[in-house]
């Protein structure tokens, strides 16, 4: 048997899952459904976790009378436990030609893999979405639970190929028309969009899903070396721009992409989400143990 | 200080600016720029768009390489205008440039420094880099005679060839060939200015009418110096006196004006290559120093004076000077058996040989005396005739007998030098042809010594180094032979042909030319001398050589002949030595200040933008050539 033939899958190391296995994402909002889960959510649900006590009413059930607080003031209170409520946790994966770039979008499938084994892990229901060619229906890989839902997630990323010209902004609104529940949404994208991002956040939000947005980007986009006059070629729907004197040019190019990290950290933030520009260079471990752990992002 | 426009030789040459518009045309159609496939346009389509990027600055950035390409066109345009920074001088398109290069050019400035020479090809090479298109230079070398280094021309090289060719030529100075050269070319070529390169150590007065405007560029002057001005032998009863005249031109320490300070000298004499004294000598600047020797010798013997001056010396080639003594003889004369008058003052005289009657008669003579045309008797340096008129000024003059008296004779002359002719009676009579004026007897080559009411009467002549006297009447009918000026007069002639035998006193010879010798006719001699300097030539059929020159001082020696002649140039010439120069050059009408200043000159710009246009190509291929950074191979 070989080495490769070992591995559970080839997003994953073996050892990278099993370290991802015990993670759990860390949500800034409680934002679940309905239904029961894994996720404690307000007072009065079942769970074994104590929350608070209030005066019995008639119709309460029986079995949550604390006898102990009874027997010394004489009077029934009732004990109210944690609700424990599951939580949606939607994966987006930008899919279209411009995360072709480096290992961009292998990257993307690294982290995808990763929330979604978290998600599992933690009994969510977990959905994917890879927004490939505008105008056309995203692949979505259905909600599912629980491990053996692992294989599916794996072999639906494993044979996901790159390219299309699906804007993320685009890409947003197609998958909320697809999606029902609360809970979060991992955004895998290098947001260079034209369009507008304020309106897929506010839809984003008030979807009840909160956003982790990531940036992942190439050092030709982090760091573009470039000097002389160029003819650029956009990947994604082959437009031209020719540019004079590019290296005199690196230092706005550098402003704009700040501003546009900045803006983007904004938008999240003013939707309780949240955003991380990460380099595609880096490691999946330093990004997950690294990156994710210090901001809070995982634990 | 007015500013002075930058002027175009070609401006046809502007046209080409036209070729701007297919330049920028081309350019935006044929841009080459790499292409580089991004993962998006957004944000550099956001950073295109910025105010920033749009500034003018980065606009005029953007477009480098069209700006290096309209750069160099422009500089190739220009360039091919010519254009020249005018200094605002009169521009003459024909220039003659008269370099002095006469023996005190050689002086330096200081210790190891720099010549005169050196100085003055420094000036030409100058006008030589300025040089417009249009313009052509003609280089003379001037000192004693002119010489044409190149004729008009506007080739550089050839120019600067020429210029380094230059050497210091050790005569004196002599400027009228080289004014008189120009002139010639001005009959050819419209010549407005003449450019003079002269240290100033050249005579102030200058016989000759400026046709044009002289530029005298005076070169700073020399350094201290001290020299030998003249070296000379008289006949002594005992052998020779040798005479030697030392100038010093040293300025006190420090301090400008007059050259007083002394300098010390030590001399030495060589007598045949012996030395025969040596000794120091104090020169003080300014005034010369007398050396007085006594050689005493039988024979022919070549001196050789050198002086070693204490401390700097300037100039070295008048360090040392050359001098032939002659053997003593007796002088030759021949005088007609028929001519008794003459024959009988000869007789009285020491150291004499007269022929007919003194033995065989020599081939030769120093001294001829004859009352007739006849060209019979012994050759001669000196001829003496009398009582007839030559060939040559028959039609000029005519003896007709008659009476006559001398009205003005030149007291100066050597052969009339205290000889008194007033009221002397003339039986012959030479009467002038009608038209005929003292003019026509210069323009035959004669000079009247004395005259009559009527016409001249004694003429003197120098033809081919021969002096020749022609007395129109005949001594022996006059009262002449009965006065006491008749033995000066002969006396006098004898002392001439003595003096032009070398008997009486020896002087040395200065550079330029050899004097004139009679040897074997027709026969082909080498002359050699220092410095390599070699010459041949070919005696006439009189045997008659001339026109030897002697451009360096030293020994020369002529060889081909019987025996080889050994002969000495040297310097001698007390204007050299003193270094004095002259600030104002006096023509007939005119006079011409020298300028110190640096020759104005326009300069041509088009090397400049030759060279800048030869940057922007290399910019330009380099720009061009240069793959972006970060763009995959």
Not at chain 2, 83 to 89: D, E, M, N
Not at chain 2, 597 to 625: C, N
């Amino acid at each position: 048997m070989t080495e490769s033939s070992k591995q559970f899958t080839s997003l994953l190391d073996n050892t990278t899952l099993g370290r991802v296995e015990r993670m759990r994402l860390l949500p800034m909002r409680r934002l679940t459904n309905r239904s029961r889960g894994e996720h404690l959510a307000g007072k009065g649900g079942t769970s074994t976790e104590f929350n608070d006590y209030r005066d019995y009413s008639a119709g309460d059930d029986m079995r949550y009378i604390d006898w102990n607080i009874f027997s010394r003031l004489n009077r029934p209170y009732v004990k109210l436990y944690r609700h424990e409520e599951e939580m949606h946790v939607v994966i987006l994966i930008d899919a279209s030609a411009s995360m072709r770039f480096a290992e961009k979008f292998e990257r993307a499938k690294q982290l995808a893999a990763s929330f979604a084994v978290m998600g599992l892990m933690n009994l969510e229901k977990v959905s994917l979405f890879a927004c490939q060619h505008a105008g056309e229906t995203p692949q979505i890989l259905p909600p599912c639970t629980g491990r053996m839902s692992m294989k599916r997630i794996f072999s639906f990323l494993e044979n996901l190929p790159p390219g299309g010209d699906f804007p993320i902004e685009e890409a947003i609104e197609a998958v909320l028309k697809q999606h029902r529940g609360r809970g979060i949404c991992v955004l895998l994208s290098d947001f260079l969009t034209f369009g507008a991002m304020e309106r897929p956040m506010n839809q984003l939000f008030s979807a009840g899903l909160e956003v982790f947005g990531i940036q992942l980007l190439c050092s030709l986009e982090l760091n573009p070396e470039l000097t002389g006059d160029m003819r650029f070629v956009d990947s994604e729907n082959g437009m031209t721009l020719d540019v004079s004197s590019v290296g005199d040019l690196i230092g706005f190019y550098h402003d704009h992409l700040g501003g546009l990290q900045d803006h983007l950290a904004t938008l999240c933030r003013q939707r309780s989400g949240r955003f991380v520009c990460l380099d595609s260079g880096l490691s999946l471990d330093t990004i997950l143990t690294d990156v994710l752990k210090r901001k809070g992002w995982v634990q | 200080m007015p500013m002075n426009l930058p002027g175009f030789s070609a401006l046809i040459n502007a046209w080409w600016f036209l070729l701007l518009v297919p330049l920028i045309i081309f350019y935006f159609l044929k841009l080459r720029r790499p292409r580089l496939e991004i993962p998006s346009l957004a944000l550099w389509r956001q950073v295109i768009s910025d105010q920033r990027v749009n500034s003018p600055f980065q606009k005029f950035k953007r477009n480098l390489l069209l700006l290096l390409q309209i750069l160099l066109l422009c500089s190739l345009i220009f360039g091919a205008m010519q254009p020249y920074l005018s200094s605002g001088a009169e521009q003459a398109r024909y220039l003659p440039v008269l370099i002095d290069n006469s023996a005190s050019m050689a002086a330096l400035d200081a210790p190891n420094g720099k010549s005169r020479l050196d100085e003055a090809k420094e000036k030409v090479s100058k006008l030589i880099d300025d040089l417009l298109p249009d313009q052509r230079i003609c280089l003379i070398s001037v000192s004693s005679t002119a010489r044409k280094l190149t004729d008009f021309t506007d080739n550089k090289r050839l120019l600067r060839e020429a210029v380094a060719r230059l050497e210091v030529g050790q005569v004196p100075s002599r400027l009228e060939d080289g004014l008189r050269m120009a002139q010639a070319m001005s009959r050819v070529q419209p010549i407005d200015t003449v450019v003079l390169i002269s240290d100033g150590n050249v005579p102030s007065e200058v016989d000759f009418e400026l046709p044009y405007k002289l530029n005298f560029q005076k070169l700073g002057s020399g350094g201290a110096n001290v020299g030998i001005v003249d070296f000379n032998a008289r006949r002594s009863r005992t052998g020779w006196d040798v005479f030697a005249r030392i100038e010093g031109t040293k300025k006190p320490e420090g301090a400008e004006g007059p050259p007083t300070a002394k300098t010390l000298c030590e001399y030495e004499l060589l007598q045949n290559g012996q030395p025969v004294k040596q000794e120091t000598v104090s020169i003080e600047g300014g005034k010369a120093e007398r050396l007085v020797f006594k050689v005493a010798t039988s024979i022919a013997t070549s001196l050789e004076l050198r002086i070693k001056p204490d401390g700097f010396d300037s100039l070295a080639s008048d360090n040392v000077a050359f001098l032939e003594i002659p053997a003593p003889r007796p002088l030759a004369v021949y005088c007609p058996m028929g001519m008794e008058t003459y024959r009988e003052a000869l007789a009285t005289m020491p150291d004499i040989n007269l022929y007919p009657g003194a033995g065989s008669e020599p081939k030769a003579v120093d001294l001829k005396i004859a009352e007739g045309p006849l060209s019979t008797g012994p050759d001669t340096r000196v001829q003496f005739n009398v009582g007839f008129v030559p060939e040559e000024l028959s039609n000029l003059v005519e003896l007709v007998s008659g009476h006559t008296e001398v009205v003005d004779w030149r007291r100066t002359a050597p052969l009339l030098q205290h000889v008194q002719l007033l009221d002397v009676q003339i039986a012959d009579d030479p009467k002038l042809s009608k038209g005929v004026g003292e003019r026509d007897f210069e323009l035959a080559g004669y000079e009247i010594l004395a005259q009559s009411r009527s016409g001249p009467l004694i003429l003197e002549k120098t033809i081919d180094g021969k002096l020749v006297y022609q007395f129109l009447f005949h001594t022996d009918r006059s009262s002449l032979v009965y006065r006491v000026g008749f033995p000066i007069m002969v006396q006098n002639l004898i002392q001439i042909a003595a003096q032009r035998a070398n008997l009486l006193d020896s002087k040395a010879l200065p550079t330029g030319s050899l004097p004139p010798q009679r040897i074997t006719p027709e026969t082909e001699i080498r002359v050699s001398g220092p410095h390599g300097y070699t010459e041949t030539a070919k005696s006439d059929k009189d045997g008659f050589l001339s026109g030897l020159a002697a451009p360096y001082v030293g020994p020369y020696e002529i060889t081909g002949t019987a025996e080889p002649l050994k002969l000495g140039a040297s310097l001698l010439s007390s204007g050299e030595t003193g270094l004095v120069t002259v600030e104002k050059l006096h023509f007939p009408e005119v006079a011409v200040s020298a300028s110190t200043m640096v020759l104005k000159t326009d300069q041509p710009l088009w090397g400049w933008f030759a060279i800048a246009g030869l940057f922007f190509l290399l910019l330009e291929w380099w720009y061009f050539q240069k793959r972006p950074a970060g763009v995959p191979v």
